[in-house]
């Protein structure tokens, strides 16, 4: 019998001075059952640092035609792909083609300087394309704080990410490969 996804209940406030952008966002995500909460976290974050009404999390895991989350224009047209962890180069190429805009919000520690080493110079061409690498003590700070029930708070200011959830308060780092 196949596992069923495990369901994650998060209250997101985001106040991203930068953008100009301000939400009170009740969210699901569904946890695959080969996910780790470290994983999901990172989806978590990556939604709270591009929040838009529009933006919405996919089938993730389970489709290989979908990002983890995406933003669309009006007409259906894919503005936004964000992926998250160390996909293939191939995966991103085809992002890259779809959509408008693609990020990457990469994670791993030193498995994602392998992965860029690998991938690094066949990605470089690609304009649309940014990739940011999480630091490891971060994400892992983040899936310690990873509850079925959760109140988060992120706060953008000056370049400068600022997540609160629960017990765990952290200042996120992070370094942009691409571009450079």
């Known amino acids: ?14 106040a991203d001075t930068d953008r100009g952008v301000y939400l009170q966002c009740p969210l699901t995500l569904a ?39 995406w933003l669309k224009s009006y007409a259906g047209e894919i503005d936004h792909w964000i992926e998250v962890g160390l996909p293939d180069e191939r995966r991103l190429k085809k992002a890259c083609h ?13 498995a994602v300087s392998v992965w860029w080493q690998q991938n690094g110079q066949a990605l470089q061409r690609y304009d649309n394309l ?3 690498e999480l630091a490891s003590d971060a994400t892992q700070q983040l899936a310690a704080a990873a509850a079925r029930a959760m109140e988060c708070q992120v706060t953008i ?3 400068d990410v600022w997540f609160s ?5 952290l200042q996120l780092a992070w370094t942009q490969r691409h571009p450079a």
């Open 1 to 14: 019998m196949a596992l069923k996804a495990t369901i994650f209940k998060v209250n997101l406030n985001v």
């Open 31 to 69: 946890r695959h059952p080969s996910e780790t909460d470290e994983r999901m976290m990172v989806r978590l974050l990556a939604w709270a640092l591009n929040a838009d009404e529009r933006l919405e999390f996919t089938k993730g895991l389970c489709a290989d035609d979908e990002p983890e989350l």
């Open 98 to 110: 779809r959509a408008k805009q693609v990020t990457l919000y990469a994670y791993g520690g030193r």
């Open 130 to 132: 940014t990739i940011i």
């Open 157 to 159: 200011t000056d370049g």
């Open 165 to 169: 959830c629960g017990d765990t308060n």
